[in-house]
């Protein structure tokens, strides 16, 4: 454990008498894609937000690279190296590619005396964002407008958004959903390679990705992890096969 980048210790959280995390410990160490699955319901959404810092947590804490973050806000969590991907886009469709990523690397920055100037022409915002492009494999995109992207290509613009914030970590929530096979291939191609310079928190509904991905996978169930294991050995689970199952 002492190694982790990110570590969740005995997290709780009740909506009334909805016991909606229980109990979650669970670590992401340097050089790995952790993935936390669960059927519909399981408190995956809950336990992301008590991590981005949008939910607070009733017990438990939260270490990111040696600091207790438990009790601080999003923004202040995010500038200490959470970076994360969103379910629902929050892209600018009439901007370029480039200029959403600057726009990102601008708001970490947090230089509002810089108002004035416009952000396409800042040089401290073009240089980290054409780099996140770049290992997203996305640089030969930078100038059209994210509206004529594919889906795939915009989940790899999100991904690049959150890296020019020169993250410590990753958490990424369902980045394959509505992709179809090729868009899910290369994405899975790009979260292998990206894990080695970020490790990468995963939760995603596509097995296949989640058994391709994974050097390790926690499983939640009505708000507790039921299993830790690779990924051999949680296809061969009962208590997991039982809960997929039974969903
Ligand atoms: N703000 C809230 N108030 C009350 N109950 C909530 C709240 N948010 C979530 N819940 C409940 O907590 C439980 C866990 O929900 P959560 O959305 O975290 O699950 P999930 O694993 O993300 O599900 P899905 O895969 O369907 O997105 C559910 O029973 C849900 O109804």
Known sequence: MSDAVLTLAHLNKRFGALQATRDVS?????????????????????????IAGSLKPDAGSIVLAGRDITSLSVAQRARLGLGRSFQVSSLAEPLTVKRNVMIAVQALQGHSFRFWKPVHRDERLLAPAMAALERMALAHRADTPVAELSHGERRQVEVACALALKPKVLLLDEPMAGLGPEGSARLTELLEALKHEVPILLIEHDMDAVFRLADRISVLVAGGVIAHGDSAEIRANPQVREAYLGE
């Not at 669970?26 to 008590?50: M, V």
């Open 26 to 50: 669970l670590d992401l160490r340097p050089g790995e894609i952790h993935a936390l699955i669960g059927p519909n319901g399981a408190g995956k959404s809950t336990l992301i937000g008590q």
